[in-house]
């Protein structure tokens, strides 16, 4: 049923596309129909899976490359696949409403249906390959739709950045599914993570292969230092902000490591770069969202912060880490969602994101305002909200960690945890208090002139809902979702035992340590704020911009060099590389065969001949007049006709003749009618290096006519032409050979001919251009 | 000694015709042109050159009885005949171009940047059926686009 679904979706987009769905007032409703469908039936599989049944299907494409479509639903592709399409439908709805008759919302359709085709391919995939051309297609469809303004720069090079970074990691993942199966022997995940983690985790290749698995994965999800990607892609429409870059395509990183977690939890270095570069991201991502002023930044940045968490806690090969892993996805899903959601109503009907013009939504914006408090609260982890139950569980980790024995760690990673979630209180507290509730805002305040309609605040509500109410109805989901998810994680049993009230626990206690620093962080933002004006801000995307620039001047050094502007140097370099490399090749290989066959004695003619080629030769390099530049070609012609002569080749002397005539009456006849105009003189450095060129040339052409010359370095073919010419009823053997033995490469002859006539007679007798237009006309028409 | 005079010759030939080609001036081009096709002629005519012999033209059809030892190779004739033909081909067309340039600029001129010989601004140059060259505003509209991205 799977494959039916993705092919549905797929075709969902285009076909609103075609509808032109714009022009029909709840579009949304219409298009939210699929993935509700699909929500519904992946619902409908959460039982099985939690028993053991999952849904698997196979498609084979290419048996002896081992590329087939298989698609696996287990506990966590399962749990995923329900974020895609549950997010999905609800983005579907609110995406109709957003864009509000713009004509480009059917494009938009279009693109969010292929990502979430490829997202939830993506995360069925059960085959290396498979998984890495959905992980493309989510890249793709994500660099279209940051892209989706198409006048907006910021847009285009938001999404160039976002496209380069991620491809690069897809390319570096690729490698390391090659890699990784080589080294199994199979493509397939589930085979994959059947095998005993030994026979990858001892292997040679096995560093090199992780380290490309976690560069793809960090690109994708944003982690330091690639995670200037993901504030850039805020240029994208909002619901495609909302879905992607906060719930879905940016967790594809992170559903990676945990499809793999089972294999490779074990290894060290697993741990510590997931450790290091998570804690990294999870800080680094909270401090600078405080910076920001824009509502798309702040929760950006805290989006990177929470990616961060996630692959943090995936390092961690322990129950409590899984399932803290799986309880923040689904929470970060529910709560950033809806608050990207909210900001993009906010745009919408204030006509600002900027949080320093805005005031007092909540009495304006009542519904907005609502679901904006209950998402801000689950951002912030005040109880009894789901963040806070995802903060819980990331606490009890580090907690777990201490009593493990590892003080330090555990004591480091506490501290950690506990700065980030104070600002992650206090950036929900600045968003709720400086956006919804405070009277007046410090710049011009922004009002609402264009009031949402209750249905487009609906799904953001609908989410915001069920992310409230998930904490009160643990007992009865935590099994089927959290539980086969994390089972699927851990590759062990895992039954999570979920509650919002634990008792005043030292974990509850931290929690609240972290709240009341939020709160003092809050009421001191004005003088953070001023610090952050004056500390420098690391720039990974001016270091990125610096790299792709440096990479343009290299391409167009590197052309300018080897092809050039002008003729000398484009024939230059290949001359030269002629000359060069293959002057190398013979020397090296050949130079036995550069014999001189003393025997063959030329008469007085045979020399007295080329010398005389040899002058004329010179004498056009030297000549100053046109004129007599082409009477020495014809010299040099003349003396060329002479040779095949003696060397018993009368068609060659007739045609050589023949076409030495006609070139020389067509130079003349060109040149008569073309004024002479005298060049500047080359300068001398210059002249040289040509004259320098042109010996080389020369050497090498003096080396291959040697060769060309000794023995034949294969076995001719020409005896065969010789003895069957009067076969084919012709005693001419050269025009045998051309019009019977080779035909047909003399018709291929004729048609150089034919298509050089046409060109030369329309070049000669279109006379419809007058030469040298007055330039003002045309610079007024290009104006107009 | 035979095939010396000819490496030397194919030598001289192609490096004059090098040293004609990298020189901006089109008409010398078109000469280069012309001289390097001779020197490459050589070179291949040189493989049959240390053996002697008749014409390979089989006077006699009736009374031929695979005595080919006779004749000159007839292998590189056939090549260069055809090599002969498609350079006069080419070169026939540079000077239709050259003629065609000509009469469009009324003088060769060349600036110290662009000297390719062919190198032109079309678009100064012309006038006249206006629709036929429209697409000729758009390639120098996106040249000018280029070259102000290249020198940002």
Redesign the interface.
């Known amino acids: 049923m799977l494959t039916p679904f993705l092919v549905l979706l797929a075709l969902t987009g285009p076909a609103l596309w075609l509808l032109r769905v714009h022009r029909w007032q709840h579009a949304g409703w219409l298009a939210a129909v699929t993935p509700a469908v699909v929500t519904g039936w992946l619902l409908a599989q959460l039982g099985p899976a939690a028993q053991g049944s999952f849904v698997t299907e196979q498609r084979v494409w290419s048996e002896a490359f081992g590329l087939a479509l298989d698609l696996r639903l287990d506990g966590l592709g399962l749990f995923f696949g329900l974020i895609v399409a549950g997010m999905g439908t609800a983005i579907a709805v609110y995406a109709g409403y957003y864009f509000e008759k713009s004509a480009r919302l059917g494009y938009f359709y279009a693109l969010l249906f292929l990502f979430m085709t490829s997202m939830l391919g993506l995360v069925s995939a059960d085959n290396l390959l498979a998984l890495f051309v959905f992980w493309e297609g989510t890249s793709i469809t994500s660099y279209l739709l940051i892209s989706f303004k198409l006048t907006d720069k910021n847009a285009l090079e938001g999404a160039r950045r976002a496209l380069v970074v991620t491809g690069m990691g897809a390319l570096a993942m690729l490698g390391s599914f090659v890699l990784l199966g080589q080294m199994a022997g199979t493509y397939s995940i589930s085979g994959l993570l059947a095998l005993p983690a030994a026979t990858l985790t001892q292997h040679a290749l096995f560093t090199p292969m992780l380290v490309l698995v976690l560069l793809g994965a960090f690109t994708k999800s944003a982690q330091f230092p690639f995670h200037f990607w993901l504030p850039g892609a805020m240029a994208a429409p909002t619901p495609a902000s909302a879905y992607l870059h906060s719930a879905t395509m940016v967790k594809a990183g992170v559903y990676l490591l945990a499809r793999l977690h089972p294999a490779f939890a074990e290894s060290p270095l697993w741990f510590w770069a997931l450790l290091v570069v998570g804690g990294l991201t999870m800080l680094v991502g909270a401090v600078i969202a405080l910076r920001h002023y824009d509502l798309k930044a702040i929760l950006a940045y805290a989006t990177v912060s929470q990616l961060g968490v996630l692959v943090m806690l995936l390092a961690f090969n322990t129950k409590v880490a899984v399932t803290a892993a799986v309880v923040g996805i689904l929470a970060h899903a529910l709560y950033k969602g809806p608050l990207f959601m909210v900001a993009g109503i906010v745009d919408h009907a204030t006509g600002t994101r900027d949080i320093r013009k805005l005031a007092g939504l909540a009495r304006s914006l009542p519904l907005v305002g609502a679901a904006a408090i209950l998402a801000g609260i689950s951002m912030a982890g005040i109880i009894p909200t789901f963040g806070f139950v995802a903060k819980e569980l990331l606490l009890e980790n580090f907690f777990a960690l201490i009593e493990a024995g590892h003080s330090q760690l555990g004591w480091a990673g506490l501290v950690a945890v506990v700065i980030t979630g104070a600002l992650f209180v206090a950036y929900s507290l600045i968003l709720l208090w400086e956006a919804f509730l405070r009277r007046n805002s410090p710049l011009k305040q922004a009002t609402v002139h264009h009031a949402p309609s209750t249905a487009f605040v609906l799904p953001v509500l609908a989410l915001t809902v069920v992310g409230a109410l998930i904490p009160f109805f643990f007992s009865s989901i935590e099994g089927a979702l959290f539980g086969s998810a994390g089972s699927a994680i851990l590759g062990a049993a895992l039954e999570p035992h979920l509650a919002l009230w634990h008792g005043w626990t030292p974990i509850f206690l931290t929690s609240l340590l972290a709240i009341g620093l939020g709160a003092v962080i809050f009421t001191q933002r004005e003088r953070i704020r001023k610090l952050f004006t004056k500390a420098p801000e690391f720039k990974g995307q001016a270091v990125f911009d610096g790299a792709v620039d440096a990479l343009y001047s290299l391409a167009?050094w590197s052309t300018r060099t080897v092809q050039g502007?002008?003729?000398?140097t484009q024939?230059?370099v290949p001359?030269m590389a002629a000359a060069g490399f293959v002057g190398y090749a013979l020397s090296r290989d050949f130079i036995a065969d550069l014999r001189?066959?003393?025997?063959?004695?030329?008469t007085f003619y045979?020399?007295v001949l080329?010398l005389l080629?040899?002058v004329a030769?010179?004498a056009?390099?030297r000549a100053q007049s046109?004129l007599s530049?082409?009477i020495s070609?014809g010299l040099?012609?003349s003396v060329?006709m002479l040779?095949?002569v003696f060397?018993?080749?009368?068609?060659?002397a007739l045609?050589?003749f023949l076409?030495e005539v006609?070139?020389l009456v067509?130079?003349v006849l060109?040149?008569y009618?073309?004024?002479y105009?005298a060049?500047?003189k080359?300068p001398k450095h210059r002249s040289f290096k040509?004259?320098l060129?042109?010996?080389a040339?020369?050497?090498?052409?003096?080396?291959?006519?040697?060769l060309?010359?000794?023995k034949?370095l294969a076995q001719?073919?020409?005896?065969y032409?010789?003895?069957n010419?009067?076969a084919a009823?012709g005693?001419?053997?050269?025009n045998v050979?051309?019009v019977d033995f080779?035909g047909f490469?003399?018709l291929g002859?004729i048609s150089?001919?034919v298509v050089?006539?046409l060109?030369?007679y329309a070049?000669?007798r279109s006379?419809?251009?007058?030469?040298?237009?007055?330039?003002k006309?045309?610079k007024e028409r290009?104006n107009a | 000694?035979?095939?010396?005079?000819?490496?030397?010759?194919?030598?001289?030939?192609?490096?004059?015709?090098?040293?004609?080609?990298?020189?901006?001036?089109p008409?010398?081009?078109?000469?280069g042109l012309?001289?390097f096709t001779?020197?490459v002629?050589?070179?291949?005519?040189?493989?049959?050159?240390?053996?002697?012999?008749?014409?390979?033209?089989?006077?006699d059809?009736a009374s031929?009885a695979?005595d080919?030892s006779q004749?000159?190779?007839?292998?590189p004739?056939?090549l260069?005949?055809?090599a002969?033909?498609?350079s006069?081909?080419?070169?026939?067309?540079l000077?239709?171009?050259?003629?065609?340039r000509?009469?469009?600029?009324?003088?060769?001129?060349?600036t110290?940047?662009?000297?390719?010989?062919?190198?032109m601004e079309p678009?100064?140059?012309?006038?006249?059926?206006e629709e036929?060259?429209e697409w000729l505003?758009d390639v120098v509209?996106m040249n000018e686009i280029n070259n102000s991205k290249?020198s940002r």
């Not at chain 1, 040339?697 to 040697?706: D, E, K, Q, R, T």
């Not at chain 2, 002629?41 to 006077?59: A, H, Y």
């Not at chain 2, 000077?95 to 065609?100: D, G, K, N, S």
């Not at chain 2, 110290?112 to 190198?119: G, L, M, S, Y």
């Open positions: 167009r502007s002008s003729f000398p024939i230059g001359l001189v066959d003393w025997d063959a004695i030329p045979e020399v080329p080629a040899v030769a010179l056009i390099a046109r530049a082409i070609l040099v012609g060329v040779i095949y060397f018993s080749a009368p068609d060659l045609t050589q076409v006609l070139t067509l130079l060109v040149f009618r073309i004024p105009h060049y500047p080359q040509y004259l060129i042109s010996c040339v020369g050497v090498w052409g003096f080396g291959m006519a040697l060309a010359a000794g034949p001719t073919i020409s005896s032409f010789s003895l010419a009067t009823h005693g001419n053997i050269v050979i051309l080779r490469d003399t002859e150089v001919m050089a006539a060109g030369g070049l000669l006379s419809r251009m007058r030469p040298l237009a007055p330039k006309k045309r290009r | 000694m035979i095939a010396l005079v000819f490496a030397g010759l194919v030598a001289v030939l192609m490096a004059c015709a090098t040293y004609l080609l990298l020189q901006r001036h008409v010398r081009m078109v000469i012309g001289l001779h020197a002629n050589l070179l291949i005519f040189g493989t049959g050159v240390s053996e002697r012999g008749l014409p390979p033209i089989i006077v059809k031929f695979g080919i004749y000159v190779d007839p292998l004739q056939a260069i005949l055809t002969i033909v498609i006069f081909g080419i070169v026939a067309f000077i239709a171009l050259l003629h065609r000509n009469s469009l600029e009324a003088v060769e001129s060349c110290d940047r662009v000297d390719d010989p062919f190198a678009a100064h140059a012309l006038e006249g059926v036929d060259y505003e509209l290249g």
